[in-house]
């Protein structure tokens, strides 16, 4: 434990902050691909019975119009965050036709890029830009990527904790330069420690083979339709997933000293043109096919691990939000899919990433330089691809240490971060979850993409079969569940309400869309 980590920790206890430490927000996103019968992924619209994908405040779809995005309001208490998605998904299971779930991050049976709808938010402009956005994203790194799922978890600390927080600290700041402030610092001690998140939830060791439909790789075969790596813990995090390999030739990277130069790199990078999305062209014989030719569209096409996010006003721009308002909460993006939970994440994970959210806040975090950015992206590479592998070593200040032993490290350093949230509860959760994950460290077989492994070739079975039984499984949970009628009820009425609203937008707008890119642009 660090000096600085220990002395926090004994003032937080000292003074008024624990109560306002244990009320800290936890929200989710959980992505979902639907996927017919027989697994492939669903040709059919965004269901009518879901509402409009625009303007429904808890049920959305991300790239694709097949891949569902589920969404909780922000909770204190995890079994409320938990609830509320399982209620969610019970109600879309109810209004799907013969349709599944995917159970993992990774898609499988894809037939192709045309196989992959883009989502659709019809005739507003807003909804224009969303698809011309996705069709950008199409022409720039192609559809499949964009068809892997994973699972967000949003956190924010109390409002009574920032205030009592600042007093421990004795920092004269205002209060929201404060919070802005420490909030980078968490984001930028979750990249430092990003490499946990992979090795202790990540859960996709393996994928389908049409995933890369023909393309050369290092994976090695693990039967007729599945690659994998024997060690790998999660290849959507690795180099097969989503990358933003323009903005890094162009050295484009999110810089997370500070906000104001985080604003600014990434306005840098959607005010900047790239010359190979000028060949693909913006607008060509009257239709879009991407909102420009810049290194990013838009800020949300910088894929990151960690984001600070503030609430929007309007169609305002994420960095004039964060500028105006400060950071409201942090957003965590590199969870996969848990497939042995209805859910996609389970009670035990959320214990922990609180802590570990605490953690990062109260351990010194200093500007990343240039070299530990490296190490950073290194660490999290090497995690995802070989995290199982006993030997490996990952950058510590710049120092090659076992992974594994940097993990017990860390979790001995969580242990007064638990002990903290855990005033007050008879189950420990915190401690409890904390010290599963230790396990893991100890024996990586614990881990979800060592028991997918195992559980596959148990069943003689590759990822597609897998992936199909457990969303059958799931399936079978949700039907079995059920729904109070007080959640059906509003439920149905935010679905028409929502289709109310788009038509609304709809029918009263009267500025051309070419115009409200320009002032959207212009902010």
């Not at 490296?374 to 710049?398: C, F, M, V």
Request: overall charge negative; hydrophobic content about 35%.
């Amino acid at each position: 434990m660090s000096t600085a980590l220990e002395n926090r920790l004994t003032k937080i206890i000292t003074s008024q902050a624990v109560d306002a430490l244990q009320s800290s927000l936890i929200g989710l996103e959980k992505e979902s691909l639907r996927v017919n019968e027989q697994g492939n992924i669903s040709q059919a619209p965004h269901p009518v019975k879901l509402g409009s994908a625009l303007t429904h405040p808890y049920i959305t779809t991300d790239y694709s119009e097949a891949l569902l995005e589920l969404i909780t309001p922000p909770y204190e208490s995890v079994d409320d965050a938990l609830t509320f998605l399982c209620d969610t998904q019970k109600f879309v299971y109810n209004n799907l036709d013969n349709e599944l779930l995917w159970s993992t991050s990774m898609p499988c049976v894809v037939a192709g890029e045309t196989s992959i709808p883009l989502a659709n938010y019809g005739s507003s402009n807003s909804g224009q830009m969303k698809h011309i956005y996705r069709r950008g994203l199409g022409y720039r790194y192609g559809r499949v990527m964009q068809a892997i799922a994973g699972v967000h978890f949003n956190f924010s600390f109390a409002d009574e904790f920032w205030h009592a927080y600042q007093l421990v600290e004795e920092n004269k700041e205002s209060t929201q330069t404060f919070i802005s402030e420490s909030y980078f610092g968490v984001l930028r001690n979750l990249q430092r420690f990003g490499w946990v998140v992979p090795y202790l939830f990540g859960a996709s060791p393996a994928i389908c083979k049409s995933f890369l439909h023909g393309q050369e790789t290092t994976l090695q075969v693990f039967n007729e339709n599945t690659f994998y790596h024997p060690y790998a813990t999660s290849l959507r995090m690795g180099d097969i997933g989503y990358q933003n390999n323009k903005e890094n030739e162009m050295g484009v990277v999110a810089n997370y000293n500070s906000l104001n130069e985080y604003v600014n790199s990434l306005r840098y990078a959607t005010e900047t043109s790239c010359p190979e999305y000028e060949n693909i062209g913006v607008k060509i014989d009257g239709s879009y096919r991407q909102l420009n030719s810049n290194i990013l569209q838009i800020e949300n096409e910088y894929y990151s691990t960690v984001r600070p996010k503030q609430i929007l006003m309007g169609n305002e721009k994420p960095s004039l939000a964060l500028s105006r308002r400060g950071v409201k909460y942090v957003e965590l993006r590199s969870l996969d899919v848990n497939p042995f939970t209805p859910m996609g994440i389970d009670s035990e994970q959320l214990y922990f990433l609180r802590a570990f959210l605490m953690y990062c806040l109260l351990e010194q975090s200093p500007p990343i330089l240039r070299n530990e950015e490296k190490a950073i992206n290194a660490n999290e590479l090497s995690t995802a691809h070989q995290g199982r592998d006993p030997d490996l070593k990952i950058n510590i200040r710049g120092k090659l240490l076992n992974m594994r032993q940097q993990g017990q490290v860390l979790c001995d350093a969580m242990v007064g971060c638990c002990e903290i949230l855990d005033q007050g509860l008879d189950s420990k959760p915190h401690s409890a979850a904390l010290a599963t994950q230790r396990e893991k460290f100890n024996d990586p077989d614990a881990t979800p993409s060592a028991m997918m492994l195992a559980d596959m070739e148990q069943h003689d079975e590759g990822f597609f079969h897998f992936s199909k039984r457990w969303s059958e499984q799931h399936l079978e949970y949700f039907k079995n569940r059920v729904l109070e009628p007080a959640f059906d009820d509003k439920f149905r009425c935010l679905s028409k309400q929502s289709i109310q609203q788009q038509e609304a937008i709809e029918l009263t707008e009267t500025q051309s869309f070419d115009d409200f890119l320009s002032d959207y642009f212009s902010q």
